[in-house]
């Protein structure tokens, strides 16, 4: 079955800076890559996903990138800010599969340091 | 919001009870998930359904049973429940008809003691 890797656990930056979240997959059927941010206390909410008939999908500040071939994909903020502060979760899906559901990431924990 | 709720938000039980958590859409979404969160694990699914009457188990179903009567409600059920039970459970639904996007509710804070 499909194993998604996260990577780092926790990241820290100062306000304005860049910040970059890894994962990795395992199945190469997967096709549907979302990202979700979780505040304390709050549920998950979708921020940006992308399909695998792209490689780039960018959304104000944010952007996700996805190398097929390597079975990878990346979360980039830029110019951070304390409200990106929260917990960021990769997930990997097969679309249209029988067994379509999402696995996540173990999530990493950004901190914006003012 | 996709008009999601859970119930109930906290509960507090003792080993050994049974425990019922609803979820309940308002959208008639088809698929509908039941995930537990825990630190360092991330979101797992427990079951999943794709219709009424439609389930299945997910990468950690032990001790935890469902049903879907209604589109509109999902419950999970913990038989007898145990202290590693002791997690926040969210409920989502797919937003696509299928696979895909989810929306997920509020969450419900289970203790076992």
């Known amino acids: 079955g499909e194993n998604v890797e996260q990577h780092p656990s926790t990241l820290s930056v100062q306000e304005g800076d860049s910040a970059v979240i890894k994962c990795t997959y395992s199945d190469s059927a997967s096709n549907y890559f979302p990202w979700y941010k979780q505040e304390l206390g709050k549920r998950p909410q979708l921020i940006i996903d992308?399909?695998?008939?792209?490689g780039e999908k960018k959304d104000q500040r944010i952007a996700v990138t996805l190398n097929k071939t390597a079975k990878h994909f990346s979360l980039h903020i830029t110019e951070t800010q304390p409200e990106d502060s929260a917990v960021y979760f990769c997930a990997a899906s097969t679309l249209g599969g029988s067994q379509g559901n999402l696995i996540f990431g173990k999530g990493t924990k950004l901190s914006v340091k003012p | 919001d996709a008009g999601i709720t859970q119930s109930p938000r906290h509960k507090v039980t003792e080993t050994g009870t049974p425990v019922t958590l609803r979820c309940h859409q308002t959208?008639?979404?088809?698929?509908m998930y039941w995930y537990r969160q825990d630190p360092g694990h991330g979101l797992r699914l427990i079951h999943y359904s794709y219709g009424v009457k439609d389930t299945d188990k997910g990468e950690v179903s032990d001790g935890y049973s469902v049903s879907r009567s209604k589109t509109e409600d999902f419950l999970l059920t913990l038989e007898s429940a145990t202290s590693s039970q002791t997690s926040v459970y969210f409920c989502?639904?797919?937003?696509?008809?299928?696979?895909?996007?989810?929306?997920f509710g509020p969450g419900t804070r289970l203790t076992v003691l």
């Open positions: 989502a639904i797919g937003l696509a008809g299928g696979p895909g996007e989810q929306f």
């Open positions: 959208e008639n979404h088809r698929y």
């Open positions: 992308i399909r695998s008939n792209v």
